[in-house]
Every structure is written in structure tokens, then in C-alpha cells.
T-cell receptor
Framework: AQSVTQLDSHVSVSEGTPVLLRCNYSSSYSPSLFWYVQHPNKGLQLLLKYTSAATLVKGINGFEAEFKKSETSFHLTKPSAHMSDAAEYFCVVSYVTGNQFYFGTGTSLTVIP | NAGVTQTPKFQVLKTGQSMTLQCAQDMNHEYMSWYRQDPGMGLRLIHYSVGAGITDQGEVPNGYNVSRSTTEDFPLRLLSAAPSQTSVYFC??????????????FGPGTRLTVL
């Protein structure tokens, strides 16, 4: 089955420390990978996406992610967390064989002052 | 541009009632989709459309109908509401016929409660 797994449902970090949100996908087909962020009671907004160009992708608000085909991973990182980063984060995958996007179950990020 | 708009923002239904969730976009996007968001389950695709007159089922289509008569509008109909349809519903659109690499733009969501 084509799917995406977010390895942590909740992550807590202190303000100013690094953020790591983990995502693995499962398919032998070439994926397009996305990270979206959802702030409380809001819709989703694109952070960044990988579409077979550079494997290290930079997004908005200082986030970046690296596509590692050998590990089937697309982890999201940020060097220094800010209070405004507290939100729900979704890893999303789509494939050249279809017209659908597949969402992970989400990771809730808490930033401690 | 207003982007993707959804109405209503909140709705309470009784079991067995029907209703339509409205979704519109003003970006001339071909691809539109409906998701439901439930705690711990992420977003699950209900139906999608790759252009006017073309719709297809997603992961959880049962109990929902869609149609796409114009590029701009993509309404979602609940035929006979059930408590299991209590959820937050998001409409999204993206530019091209091929969903694979395009950014999706999401509406603000509709919070539906079925009693």
C-alpha cells in the first residue's frame, strides 16, 4: 500500500532548540513529498515540497527537509524552535501513478518557553 | 484573490438529515478535493475532481456525493447524516490535472457535528 508514516504523534522542544519531525514513506515509485503545517483552528499551509529536484529542500520560516531515498525518509528540521512553531505538522506523499495525496497522521509540536 | 472558501464554518445536524458543504476557489485550479480530519487519523480523502465534469472517489467516499459543474465550485453532499460523519471537513485545490507535484491550497474548514 502507498502510505506515509509519521513516527511521532507528539514532540516537545524548548524554545531555541532544534526541531526534528520524522516521516517515512513506503513505495517503490518516485514520490513527491510535502510538509504542511496547521495552526490551531486553521486550514493547512505548505511548508515545503520535494519533487525530484534537489534532495535538500528549504521551506518557509526556517524549516528544511532532506529526501533520503535509501532510507525512504523525508524528515523535517529547524535549527531553533520559536513559540510560533507550535502547531500540527503533516507529511504528505503523492506518486506518479496516481492523482491522490496521502497524509500522515500528524505530529503535534509543542514549544516550551 | 479569496483563495479557497468554505461555507458554513460550523454546522449541527440530526441523524438522517442531508446537507451540502460548499467549496469555491477563484484561482482557476483544475484539481479540487475534499478531506475529513479526525483526531489521530490525519486527513483522509473523500472525493476529488481533476476538472469540471470529472470526479472520483478517494479513501472514504461512503455517505458522500460530489459533482463538479464548474471549475470554481465543488460541493460535498451528505445524503443521510450519521454520527460517524462528525468531523472537520477541508476543501483543497491545486493548479494542474496532475496532482502529484502541485501545492494544495486549503480552505478554513467546516466543523460538522451529527447528533
Amino acid at each position: 500500500a502507498q502510505s506515509v508514516t509519521q513516527l511521532d504523534s507528539h514532540v516537545s522542544v524548548s524554545e531555541g532548540t532544534p526541531v526534528l519531525l520524522r516521516c517515512n514513506y513506503s513505495s517503490s515509485y518516485s514520490p513527491s513529498l510535502f510538509w504542511y503545517v496547521q495552526h490551531p483552528n486553521k486550514g493547512l499551509q505548505l511548508l515545503l515540497k520535494y519533487t525530484s529536484a534537489a534532495t535538500l529542500v528549504k521551506g518557509i520560516n526556517g524549516f528544511e527537509a532532506e529526501f533520503k531515498k535509501s532510507e525512504t525518509s523525508f524528515h523535517l528540521t529547524k535549527p531553533s524552535a520559536h513559540m510560533s512553531d507550535a502547531a500540527e505538522y503533516f507529511c504528505v506523499v503523492s506518486y506518479v501513478t496516481g492523482n491522490q495525496f496521502y497524509f500522515g497522521t500528524g505530529t503535534s509540536l509543542t514549544v516550551i518557553p | 484573490n479569496a483563495g479557497v472558501t468554505q461555507t458554513p464554518k460550523f454546522q449541527v445536524l440530526k441523524t438522517g438529515q442531508s446537507m451540502t458543504l460548499q467549496c469555491a476557489q477563484d484561482m482557476n485550479h483544475e484539481y479540487m478535493s475534499w478531506y475529513r480530519q479526525d483526531p489521530g487519523m490525519g486527513l483522509r480523502l473523500i472525493h476529488y475532481s481533476v476538472g469540471a465534469g470529472i470526479t472520483d472517489q478517494g479513501e472514504v467516499p461512503n455517505g458522500y456525493n460530489v459533482s463538479r459543474s464548474t471549475t470554481e465550485d465543488f460541493p460535498l453532499r451528505l445524503l443521510s447524516a450519521a454520527p460517524s460523519q462528525t468531523s472537520v471537513y477541508f476543501c483543497a485545490s491545486s493548479r494542474g490535472l496532475a496532482a502529484r507535484t502541485d501545492t494544495q491550497y486549503f480552505g478554513p474548514g467546516t466543523r460538522l457535528t451529527v447528533l
